[in-house]
């Protein structure tokens, strides 16, 4: 029962694409670009604010979406943190860093206390080099595609009714469609099932 449903969902969403791309004027094509776009960003958690112009609704399209969950992975000894792409965070290491002689002794002999290196420095918790320490890989977006066709087809819907062109239209759909692709790509699995059996957009623009 479930399986059919969702297959009906998704016949019925791939003929109001079709539709909205491939059907009426040019005017009417690029409106519908539009509204895949809109629908785009509402299945993503970002519905498009209806105050905003065209330009500005295409500079709050291209903000990355919340990244995903980073993995943790020890740091190499070594290493230092790289604040640009990964969030590091201390934990408790051993005394000292294990990385000289024998426990408390200096190199010149002398006894020193536990976690003394051999050139009488001392470590302290934590302090050895890039050990003890968990960094959060944070994994890197690619941009997603632009909207300027889109922007300049609706502009010319908004302010030259009847002056959009068949190739205006048919860059539009292609962006539009390009983008809605790459946001979609953007979530985890079942949120890409779940976005292309959602029956919002069959409702959403009655």
């Keep these: 029962m479930l399986l059919g449903a969702a297959v009906v969902i998704l016949s019925m969403r ?3 694409r079709r539709r909205r791309l491939t059907s009426g004027t040019p005017d009417d094509r690029i409106t519908g670009a539009w509204t895949e776009l809109s629908d785009a960003l509402r299945l993503a958690g970002h519905p498009l604010p209806r105050h905003l112009a065209a330009t500005e609704a295409a500079a709050y ?9 980073g993995r943790l992975r020890r740091a190499a000894p070594g290493r ?3 604040d640009a792409g990964m ?4 934990t408790a290491g051993g005394p000292g860093d294990g990385t000289a002689g024998g426990p408390g002794t200096k190199a010149d002999g002398t006894a020193g206390g536990p976690g003394t290196k051999a050139d009488g420095t001392t470590g302290g918790f934590g302090a050895g080099a890039g050990t003890g320490t968990l960094v959060v890989e944070r994994p890197a977006e690619s941009a997603l595609p632009p909207l300027d066709q889109l922007v300049a087809g609706i502009n010319t819907v908004g302010f030259a009714p009847g002056a959009a062109d068949d190739g205006q239209a048919e860059q539009a759909g292609r962006q539009a469609v390009a983008y809605s692709t790459a946001l979609r790509a953007r979530r985890s699995w079942w949120r890409r099932v779940w976005w292309s059996v959602h029956p919002g957009p069959l409702r ?3």
């Design 87 to 90: 969030d590091v965070f201390g």
């Design 61 to 69: 399209a291209a903000r990355p979406a919340p990244p995903k969950p």
């Design 14 to 16: 791939r003929g109001l």
């Design 204 to 206: 959403w623009h009655r």
């Design 80 to 82: 230092p943190p790289d």
